[in-house]
């Protein structure tokens, strides 16, 4: 059974304070591994997609790599607008396109 | 680009009565669509998937004679709670995957469900 593990449950930062988040992951064969973002009551906004290790990619202060076991997301001095729940969710090949999602960290940036 | 959208954003309803939800895509076509349930504080939880033109595919545990899924075009589908109960109060969400995307999926805002 597909299983993602996402830490730290909640993560506090001053703005500018640069931080990384951990997506731990175990699945049968990696079609992808998602990144989004959710803020209160919306739906996820999709960030990334990472297909295979040693894979990276960026959008702004962020930046998500992959490893065979992990995802990390990095943000480099965040704003408070980028206080938000960031999910990471896991696709396997042979899964038919469903998605298995960690249960987020909840990143708050005071200013 | 790919856009979906929910409606009702949120809906209060008495229990007993059925609550059906939109889910559309709206500047692409989805021959795949998704619906998720999410409680507070916790991650999503898939409880279909739904196929244009086909029956949807639903996970263990969740009853499909409780939540109705139609997905009667490439940009349209719809969840029904018949005879909701207040324990099935949530934030439901869909999802759509463009045709020929077999991995990114595009969130609708949810609709978030009370039953009173």
């Known amino acids: 059974e597909d299983q993602v593990t996402q830490s730290p449950e909640a993560l506090r930062l001053q703005e500018g304070e640069s931080s990384s988040l951990n997506c731990s992951y175990t699945?049968?064969?990696?079609?992808?591994l998602f990144w989004y973002r959710q803020d209160p009551g919306k739906g996820p906004e999709f960030l990334f997609t990472?297909?295979?290790a040693g894979e990276e990619k960026e959008k702004e202060r962020l930046k998500a790599t992959l490893t065979k076991k992990e995802s990390f997301l990095h943000i480099t001095a965040p704003k408070p607008e980028d206080s938000a729940t960031y999910l990471c969710?896991?696709?396997?090949?042979?899964?038919?396109?469903?998605?298995?999602f960690g249960d987020g960290t909840t990143l708050t940036v005071k200013p | 680009g790919a856009v979906v959208s929910q409606h009702p954003s949120w809906v209060i309803c008495k229990s007993g009565t059925s609550v059906k939800i939109e889910c559309r895509s709206l500047?692409?076509?989805?021959?795949?669509m998704f619906w998720y349930r999410q409680f507070p504080k916790q991650s999503l939880m898939l409880m279909a998937t739904?196929?244009?033109?086909?029956?949807?595919?639903?996970e263990q545990g969740v009853e499909k004679d409780k939540f109705l899924i139609n997905h009667a075009s490439l940009t349209l589908s719809t969840l029904t709670v018949t005879s909701a109960h207040p324990e099935d109060s949530s934030f439901y969400i869909c999802s759509a995957r463009l045709a020929g995307d077999q991995e990114t999926q595009y969130f609708g805002p949810g609709t978030r469900l009370l039953v009173l």
């Open positions: 699945v049968s064969g990696l079609r992808g």
């Open positions: 739904s196929n244009e033109g086909s029956k949807a595919t639903y």
């Open positions: 500047d692409f076509q989805a021959t795949t």
């Open positions: 990472l297909y295979s």
């Open positions: 969710a896991v696709q396997a090949n042979t899964n038919a396109g469903k998605s298995t």
